[in-house]
């Protein structure tokens, strides 16, 4: 192919923005740098980008100081510099940039420097005062976690409160938790419920797991975990081919059951990928098929290794399940038990049973 035409559209804005941006108007110097940086009518030219961002910035614009903090943050024609990246970043955040303080309160929580969360997350507070809805959910969620501030569950029904309001699912998802757990408030079956119906309607997949849950023994179960496969849980695709496997309140289907796990496997559910080897190996409801089996549990023990390095509990579980039983993985009872001591340093019940059961 030879050269490309520039769209008239973007040779206008370019005009617009290089006219601006001489006259010294903080939007034109913006957006003229997001020209160069991305290309756009222009050769990429980062560092003139940059000096763009670098003088609307010194006029108070947040949109640059954001950039600025992207620009250190992944080294974008200038040497990668974290700690000038959170400065920028909550510069941003304390003129209400949400989505500036939550990339600064990623940068501590991935340990790329050494600040504390409580100035970012006045400035979130700040925004979530404001009326911003996720910013309601996300301090919700500090508060109940006591993650950077002191764990305050009144503080944190308020936050979700506030954006249940406003109808966010998320919201509404984590009031059904608190209500049904008595965490802040007393204990209310009904009312939980109530919240799990509302997010669920609003499209969220796990309040209609958890309404299954609280229907266990009904009909209604099965209406629910249908709800929730239709919302694109493959969490739930495993909990209905478990039933129809096993017959648990409806009849056995074993055709279905697999269906439902190649569903899920297809979506990346490593549980999904588990059941469905297991089911190859045994020739259970399909063909059996030893060699296709082996390739699922090598598929779903490099995805629990990744889960794992993230610091996920339940996949070190399975991961050490998965050594244990050499399914995808060399058997090997030592690393089994190091996976499972490591699930069962951050609470993991099942690794501390399995555990027990490795010592006798």
């Not at 200038?78 to 309160?105: E, F, N, P, T």
């Not at 506030?162 to 966010?168: S, Y």
């Not at 997010?199 to 023994?217: F, I, Q, T």
């Not at 190649?262 to 190996?281: E, H, P, S, V, W």
Request: a positive charge.
């Amino acid at each position: 192919m030879g050269e490309r035409k520039v769209p008239l559209r973007v040779t206008r804005e370019l005009a617009r923005w290089r006219r601006l941006a001489a006259q010294g108007d903080p939007r034109g110097q913006v957006n003229l740098g997001l020209h160069y940086a991305r290309g756009e009518g222009v050769r990429v030219d980062r560092r003139r980008a940059n000096r763009l961002y670098r003088l609307a910035a010194a006029q108070g614009n947040a949109v640059a100081m954001h950039n600025l903090g992207f620009v250190y943050a992944n080294g974008r024609g200038v040497q990668r510099d974290d700690d000038k990246a959170y400065d920028w970043y909550l510069r941003a955040a304390r003129l209400g940039d949400r989505d500036a303080c939550y990339r600064a309160l990623d940068l501590i929580e991935e340990k790329r420097v050494q600040q504390r969360q409580r100035a970012a997350l006045a400035c979130l507070r700040t925004i979530a005062a404001a009326g911003d809805v996720d910013a309601q959910v996300t301090y919700g969620v500090h508060c109940f976690e006591g993650n950077g501030v002191r764990r305050d569950w009144p503080q944190a029904l308020h936050w979700y409160g506030l954006a249940a309001a406003a109808g966010d699912p998320h919201a509404l998802f984590n009031l059904g938790h608190m209500h049904r757990n008595g965490q802040g408030v007393r204990a209310d079956r009904d009312a939980a419920m109530a919240f799990y119906r509302r997010a669920a309607a609003r499209g969220h997949a796990r309040s209609a797991e958890w309404l299954a849950r609280c229907h266990e023994g009904t009909r209604r179960e099965f209406v629910w975990w249908r709800r929730a496969i239709a919302l694109g849980s493959t969490d739930a695709m495993w909990s209905l081919a478990l039933r129809y496997r096993h017959g648990m309140r409806c009849r056995t289907d074993l055709m279905k059951c697999v269906a439902l796990l190649r569903r899920g496997a297809g979506k990346g559910n490593l549980a999904c990928t588990c059941f469905l080897a297991q089911c190859l190996a045994s020739g259970t409801g399909v063909q059996r098929n030893p060699r296709a089996a082996r390739a699922l549990y090598v598929k779903a023990a490099a995805g629990y290794a990744a889960d794992a390095a993230r610091g996920d509990q339940w996949a070190m579980f399975q991961l050490g399940s998965l050594y244990r039983d050499g399914k995808g993985v060399p058997k090997h009872l030592g690393r089994a038990r190091s996976w499972w001591r490591k699930a069962e340093a951050l609470g993991c019940r099942e690794a501390k049973q399995e555990l027990a059961r490795s010592r006798r």
